[in-house]
């Protein structure tokens, strides 16, 4: 269907695969593509399910952070992902090595997820000063529960596939090939003559949690955020995916996200991001050049810095 992202069918069985190194970043053409495959799976009588996978060293890692600062260029991912789950067949999300941010929200966005072990899932956009954007924190409380879901938007930390398991993100841990192992996941749900399963759909009741329990969790960070500014923004989101009509959470969480992404904050943390990743490359040095082992070191200086580096 596009350069990035093919369609096949494996018996009825959609596979749905996206190949943008390195890491399968959601660029527009990324986007467009997995617009035009499900679109596409959508009118195949033959598949009845999909699997969607990725190439290369890993699942969707995220959305591709140069396109923040340009205007929004559609299909926006929330839209691809309600599309997804709007579907009337099944979609299986087969995730390895990392699906993170835009990832997770997209893997959420199908009606089922399988990893291998080895897998990690996560949404790490506070540490870019923002919050998942793409319906993460309606969708991940729903499957996760409230205060795990919280624990890992503010922290930012990705879950190891075994907890990701055990929190109700993932359907199932998958030994062996993951494609083969996604596609039997599929023909089971379509024999079992199980449909899609709407994230959205799960019920989150306010009255489940503990008395006072934002202003406790609140406390409870305190220290920890002190002085930025997302973590607040994505309680201010989970505290509207409880209480507020799924649409009406949405966009919340999408004007919380505009004023995240046009915080000062925001905009140096991601100057640091792409920093950080500038200075490990030296211009006139070529690419093949070949590494020599560092045998010795020498510090020049005394002082209490150079001291501590011997």
Not at 88 to 99: E, Q, S
Not at 140 to 157: D, W
């Amino acid at each position: 269907m596009s350069e990035v992202v093919s369609y096949a069918l494996d018996g009825d069985i959609a596979v749905i695969t996206v190949d943008n190194p390195p890491v399968n970043a959601l660029s527009l053409p990324v986007r467009l593509g997995l617009a035009a495959c499900f679109e596409r799976f959508a009118a195949d009588a033959g598949a009845k399910a999909a699997v969607l996978i990725c190439n290369g060293r890993t699942f969707i890692a995220g959305a591709d952070i140069t396109e923040f600062d340009k205007p929004i260029e559609e299909p926006w991912l929330p839209k691809v992902v309600h599309y997804i789950e709007d579907l009337a067949k099944p979609v299986v999300a087969a995730i390895h090595g990392t699906a993170l941010g835009g990832g997770l929200e997209t893997a959420m966005g199908c009606h089922y997820r399988v990893a291998v072990a080895t897998a990690q899932v996560g949404l790490p956009e506070v540490s870019l000063g923002l919050l998942p954007g793409a319906t993460g924190t309606q969708r991940l409380p729903r499957l996760a529960g409230v205060e795990a879901a919280l624990n890992a938007m503010i922290s930012g930390r990705p879950m190891s596939a075994k907890l990701a398991h055990e929190k109700g993100v993932l359907d199932a841990i998958i030994e062996g090939d993951l494609k083969a192992g996604a596609v039997t996941f599929a023909s089971d749900l379509v024999k079992a003559g199980k449909g899609p399963r709407k994230v959205r759909e799960i019920a989150l009741d306010a009255a489940s949690l503990p008395a006072g329990f934002s202003a406790d969790y609140r406390k409870s960070i305190a220290r920890e955020t002190r002085g930025f500014f997302a973590p607040e923004q994505i309680i201010k989101c989970v505290e509207a995916a409880v209480s507020l009509p799924y649409p009406e959470a949405v966009k919340r969480e999408n004007e919380l996200f505009m004023q995240c992404m046009t915080s000062p904050q925001s905009r140096a943390q991601r100057h640091l991001f792409f920093g950080e990743r500038e200075v490990s490359k030296v211009p006139d040095v070529p690419k093949d050049t070949a590494l020599r082992p560092i045998r010795q070191v020498a510090v020049v200086g005394g002082g209490t810095m150079g001291g501590g580096m011997r």
